[in-house]
């Protein structure tokens, strides 16, 4: 075998080793681009996706990794009606409301929302629904807010988000720990109140009582959805 070979058995074997994996259902090929390693394929949820890269990321012989891992959404949605559904939840969200927003409709940039003054500015894009969100914010709970309301679309099948900050800000676990605050508050179908966040190094622990598994998972995915994320380590236990 050549290194190449050995650094893709690793990775197959990496991936087959991850519990929360379905490779039966939902198989992942894995290649080799010259030195960097490509995942492909359709995943069951966020969880999946983000445990599929850890995994390989952790295998040493690449250079890199090329995501082509799609989420199964939710919804069958074609990709204006994805569109459409991200331009409403952020022209919809107070903090958005001084930055600018625009589409990319048949290949045009088309304004959307442009107050005076605006404080940054947000382009939706969409194919084959995966969303592509580019433009400047103010901050980075913005950035990490738009990714969220993106994730939320239930045609969605993955997010690419490449907002930057302006001015940078440096990030930490409490700026991260504040995002997913805020995300479980803004999810109609979590109550908040009853889950406790901590964060280190970016790996989330969430921890607390919910009345049905569905409420625990929501919960869970609230947070792989937020930019930076790392790892979720769900201890939330239910109660009904």
Known sequence: MTARDDVLAAVRSALWSEPRLDLHRFPIAVSLDEDALILEGDVADIAQKKLALERAAAVPGSAGILDRLRVRPAERMGDEQVRNAVRDALLGEPAFGEIALYEIDAGEKKAVHTPDGARGSVVVDVSDGVVTLDGQVPGLGHKRLAGVLAWWVPGSRDVINGLAVEPPEEDNDAEIAD????????????????????????????????????????????????????KVVNRIEVHP
């Open 179 to 230: 995002a997913v605050r805020i995300a479980l508050e803004k999810d109609m179908f979590v109550n908040a109140s009853q889950i406790r966040i901590g964060v280190k190094n970016a790996v989330v622990t969430l921890a607390g009582l919910v009345p049905s598994e569905a409420e625990r998972e929501m919960a869970e995915f609230d947070a792989w959805y937020v930019f930076a994320v790392d």
